[in-house]
């Protein structure tokens, strides 16, 4: 698996936190908490920013070297399967956030609330560069496909398929489908 593609360390959740919209804690803990939370959101930050980078640059190096179509491939199924881990330990930290940010609206527009909001769209935009690494990458060997004039061909599929799974597998994916469909 190419480096760069496993969750850091950084995003992984980190409960205590969460304790900064508890009511029940003194200013004092209060301002402990909100300081860690300062300097997680700034580790967070630097992680997505270097993140980001490895991953243009992963991009960079896949669209300049000599990469046949079905690489780029099976390069674009890694990624899904490391953003698939890392959502299976970042959905559960979010979902975490959005609680504590729920509970506690009034503090929303406070440091501490803020700080846990700027948490969770950083975990969210963690998951993005996953996604969109995975989508340049099947773009460009379609395009490396489409270049060599390689044709595809269908595999029949094994076993039964679930129609009503499929319909609602696409219904989800393509929201635009399902809007104009309603129409």
Do not use: C
Request: charge should be negative; glycine fraction near 4%.
């Amino acid at each position: 698996m190419p480096d760069g593609l496993d969750l850091s360390q950084d995003f992984l959740p980190e409960p205590a936190l969460l304790g900064a919209l508890r009511p029940e804690i003194t200013a004092a803990e209060r301002s402990g908490l909100v300081a860690l939370l300062r300097l997680r959101v700034e580790k967070n930050r630097t992680g997505l920013k270097n993140q980001a980078d490895q991953f243009a640059k992963m991009y960079d190096d896949a669209l300049h070297g000599n990469l046949p179509a079905q690489d780029l491939v099976r390069l674009a199924q890694l990624v899904r399967e490391s953003e698939n881990g890392a959502a299976e330990q970042l959905h559960p930290w979010m979902e975490a956030l959005r609680s504590a940010i729920a509970l506690r609206p009034d503090l929303s527009s406070q440091e501490p609330g803020q700080h846990l909001q700027e948490l969770l769209e950083i975990a969210a935009d963690w998951l993005v560069l996953y996604q969109s690494l995975h989508a340049r990458l099947l773009r460009l060997a379609s395009e490396r496909r489409a270049a060599s004039g390689e044709i595809l061909r269908a595999r029949p599929v094994a076993g039964e398929v679930d129609h009503a799974a499929l319909s609602r597998e696409f219904m989800a994916r393509f929201p635009k489908i399902r809007a104009a469909l309603a129409k």
